[in-house]
C-alpha cells in the first residue's frame, strides 16, 4: 500500500540535516523531514538557574516557536504567555535531551536550546528533537575544544519519529495529511542505548488493541535507528 507522497508504510521521508546552520549560535542545524523544517540552535551560557546555583552541575532547556509563515494560516506569535501545547512540547524536548548529556560534568554552564517551525508538514516536535541533540552536540564540541580537561559529557544518542494508524495500516513518519486523518497518532522518543524516553499515543475515536500498540512502537524503533544513523554521519563531518 503506497501513501500520499509515494512512500511505503514503514518509510520515512526524506531526511536532510545541515550542520552549523547559523554562524552566531555555538552549535546549529536545519532538519528537514519532508516538507516539514525545522531551525535548532544550541547557545551555551557561562550561568545556571538559581535552584542548581553551588551544585556544580549544568542545566539544558528548551523553547519550541512555530514561525507565523510555517502553516497554511498564520500562526500567531507568542509574545506574552505561551500555549499549552507549545509549553508541552518544550518540556519534551528538554527532558529527551538532557536524558544524553551528563549534566554533572558541565559545570556551571546551560545549553539553551531554540527549535524555530519554518516550515509545518506534521512531525514537527519529533523533527525538532532530532535537529536538536545535533545542534547540542555541535555546542558540546566547542565547549570541549575551550575547556579540553572536560570529560565526555554525552552519554547516549536520542532521536524521535511519529507514527500513527491510517485506515487501519501502522504508518511511519506522518505527513500532516495522514496526521490529520489518523485512528491513532504516536509519537516516540527513543535513544541510541535502546530505550525510550517518551512515548505518547492517543486515539482519536475508537480505542486500539496491543497489536496495533506493539506495530506501532516497532515501527518506530525501526524509523529512530535509521534516524540515528543519519545524526551520526552530519556528526562525523
Known sequence: MTRND???????????ITPNFLSHATG???????????????????SVPGFLKGSGKGWLTAEYSMLPGSSSQRVHRERQKVGGRTHEIQRLIGRSLRTCIDLGQLGDRSILVDCDVVDADGGTRTASITGAYVAV???????????????????MGVAAVSVGMVKGVPYLDLNYEED??????????RTSSNRFIEVQGTAEGVPFEDEALQSLIDL????????????????EI
Open 28 to 46: 546549529s542545524c536545519l532538519i528537514e523531514m519532508g516538507g516539514t523544517k525545522v531551525i535548532c540552535s544550541a547557545m551555551v551560557e557561562e
Open 220 to 235: 518506530g524503533k525501526k524509523g529512530i535507528q535509521e534516524l540515528l544513523e543519519i545524526q551520526k554521519r552530519v556528526l
Open 6 to 16: 509515494g512512500r511505503q508504510p514503514n518509510q520515512l521521508r526524506p531526511v536532510k
Open 180 to 189: 490529520k486523518d489518523a485512528e491513532v497518532d504516536m509519537n516516540i522518543v
Open 137 to 155: 552536540i555541535l555546542a558540546i564540541k566547542k565547549i570541549q575544544l575551550k575547556a579540553p580537561s572536560l570529560v565526555p559529557l554525552v552519554k
